[in-house]
């Protein structure tokens, strides 16, 4: 079930993306926090709490009290697009790049002529990709940590509030990645695959935001894998948040694994098509 | 018998792509697969090391079923793809490593030896390789290795002269080193001066066997007809065909050796007689011209 070559392989494919997410992750946190903290806390909330409709709290999936403090706007950070698209971004990209990418380049054909078990190289590729989520979501929570306690905020928000909000953002990886490479599996196209993940990242964006704002369709929500990722809701209630974050890892990180087994069953048994 | 394939065919909906294919390969010999584009060659060689997995029929190599047991087929394999493609952001070294460490029996030595013999840099990158030289790079994780069985689908495409006669030789040293080789190729002269056996594949059927040796034995005799030939002695009846007259010309095939034919043929009536080896060209020719898609005669 492990490939030392193929590791290192996989390793040397994935450096360029993950140095450039890790850079980008590294410098996020620090402006991000920067740029919050030029608008005074009354400012934003006054705008926040009185400006703004309240029925737009079902939007944002946290009572707008809780996104008024410092905590809760360190948490926008982890909706912000640089954090969920890139997470994104990584789990299609590195998934989707398992069998289809390969297959379509034509590397694959090689590859399998040597005695390696397809499972193998589809597990190894695996570990590889949720190895190097865990480092970026470490990446993540250092510079959260750093940027809070050496920022302007600094003693006014617990850093370790973040941590289940960053092990969300590893679970959000390690569903996607896992769904990717499960359609990359029966795939030959890459762009195929990743077509129908950012179709099906779509539709579960829309299924959530149904669900949050009709209380009659409010079961569509379920629907979508998003549903489970809630950092904000893990900052904004401590107490709760780790019975949560069981709750959410339970979806997303169980929908990863399903999604990797079923996949590594696919291209264990198809047939691959000759380059072309 | 090293490989072994029994009724083994590959259909994919209603297109068949490999029909009912039964052969044997022996253990030692160059074993050549011959046939033109969309043939079945390729499905074949796919079937045996596991990319596709047969429609009915069975393949085994070294007593392995190619199906259920592919991880020992291909640890005794060693195969190169008709389009072998590397990984473009590693460079010669670096392809070599990968493979060497994929295979442990490959030699890492012996990849650099080949490579050095195919006149190949491999310090430069994959990305920037021409195509010949990428096929020099696979030939090179190719041949390193010492199974038993070597699988080359179109080895000397996009080479230059040297290289191709590097490969030849690599292909024949391969054989002195007790491997078996199947090599498949469109130059017949490639086949022709390499192979013990060859098999020719039309619309996914084998349709021909020939051993090299028997048909480097065979020749074809024309002469222009000065009067008119009697019938063939009953000695050499059974090596002998005469065919038909054609503008004053006469063609015979003689199939084993020529030396009882020569007194014969020196009291016929003929001139401007032309004795020439048959070639692998002419059998080739036999069963691709004139025939329908289907591999049956027009």
Known sequence: ?276 | MLVHTEHLSKRYGTFTALDGCSLQVRAGEIFGLLGPNGAGKTTLLRLLLGYIRPSSGSARVAGFDCVRQSLEVRGRTAYLPGEARLFRRMNGHMVLDFFSRLRPECRRDRAAGVARRLDLDCGRQVARMSTGMRQKLALAVVLATESPLVILDEPTANLDPTARAEVLDLVREARAAGRTVIFSSHVLSEVEETCDRVAIVRAGRLVHEQSLDHLRRRHRITARLTGPIGAVPAALAHQVTVGGETDGRIALEASDSLAPLLGWLATLPLDEVRIEPVGLSAVYDAFHRDRGADGRTA
């Not at chain 1, 990418?101 to 597990?123: I, K, S, Y």
């Not at chain 1, 999604?259 to 291209?267: D, L, N, Q």
Request: glycine residues 8%; contains cysteine.
């Open chain 1, 1 to 276: 079930m492990w490939n030392t070559a193929i590791w290192r392989k996989t390793w040397g494919d994935q450096r360029g993306l993950l140095l450039a997410l890790g850079a980008l992750w590294t410098a996020f946190p620090w402006i991000y926090i920067w740029l919050s903290s030029q608008i005074p806390m009354p400012a934003f909330q006054d705008v926040l709490l009185r400006a703004i409709p309240q029925d737009w709290q079902k939007l944002s999936g946290v009572p707008f009290t809780e996104v008024a403090t410092h905590a809760g706007r360190v948490a926008l950070a982890f909706v912000d697009p640089v954090v969920v698209l890139a997470a994104t971004v990584w789990g299609i990209t590195r998934g989707s790049d398992a069998v289809s990418g390969q297959v379509e380049r034509g590397t694959m054909e090689m590859v399998l002529a040597q005695p390696v078990r397809r499972t193998a190289v589809f597990v190894t590729q695996a570990l590889a990709t949720t190895v190097a989520s865990a480092v970026l979501c470490g990446v993540l929570f250092l510079a959260v940590w750093t940027a809070i306690a050496t920022g302007p905020w600094a003693g006014k928000v617990d850093p370790l509030r973040f941590v289940p909000a960053t092990l969300n953002v590893f679970g959000l990886m390690t569903c996607l990645a896992g769904i990717s490479a499960c359609v990359s599996a029966a795939d030959s196209y890459r762009w195929r695959t990743i077509g129908i993940l950012c179709g099906f990242y779509v539709f579960s964006i829309l299924a959530k935001l149904v669900g949050r704002l009709s209380q009659t369709l409010s079961w569509v929500g379920y629907l979508s894998v998003l549903n489970a990722y809630e950092p904000q809701r893990l900052v904004g209630d401590p107490a709760a948040a780790w019975p949560l974050l069981t709750a959410y890892s339970a979806v997303l990180l169980g929908t990863g694994l399903a999604a990797y087994v079923t996949g590594a069953v696919i291209f264990s048994r198809r047939d691959l098509p000759a380059p072309l």
